[in-house]
């Protein structure tokens, strides 16, 4: 797996960045801050998904889902196993499967479930659950890489605030 100081944690923290601003989007358009990319593995961006939760409060619509959705049928997997999906947030174990049946061989995500647990508290729009993707990944039959967490501090702060408001 790589780390934080392996040669692709330049690339890795600057298609990071592209994540968050997406996320930054999709607060901007009522939705919850969060954001993925999938990266190619020539390190073009293939897609970007925003949160989907409004209009139709879509709890399933997570951003990493929506992607691997629409990276499943535009890509087959063995090109997908060779893709990168960048996430604001560490995936939830539903984002994780998703990821994985679509085939996607790498995730790099900045915010970890854990501390999104802390920040979000009991809101009822994010129930989190406490399952680190790696463990959904290690469950499955072909290996996925995971990196994060990664700036860590910056995915956080695109959360300031977002989970006050009552629903």
Known sequence: M??????????????LRRAF?????????????FG??????????LLESENGYLPDRDMTAHAERLLATRASRA????????????????????????AYWAGVGRVVYALSERRLKEVTGAH??????????????????RPVEVVGPLLEDEGAALHAGAWARTP
């Open 2 to 15: 790589s780390t934080p100081t392996s040669p692709s944690s330049a690339a890795d923290a600057a298609f």
């Open 36 to 45: 993925a990319l999938l990266v190619g593995p020539g390190g073009e961006v």
């Open 75 to 98: 890509w087959r997997p063995d090109v997908l196993a060779r893709c990168t999906l960048y996430s604001s947030a560490e995936p939830c174990a539903m984002c994780a499967a998703a």
């Open 21 to 33: 601003e997406v996320a930054r989007r999709a607060r901007e358009h009522g939705n919850h801050p």
């Open 124 to 141: 009822p729009e994010n129930p989190t659950l406490d399952l680190p993707c790696r463990a959904v990944f290690a469950a499955g039959q």
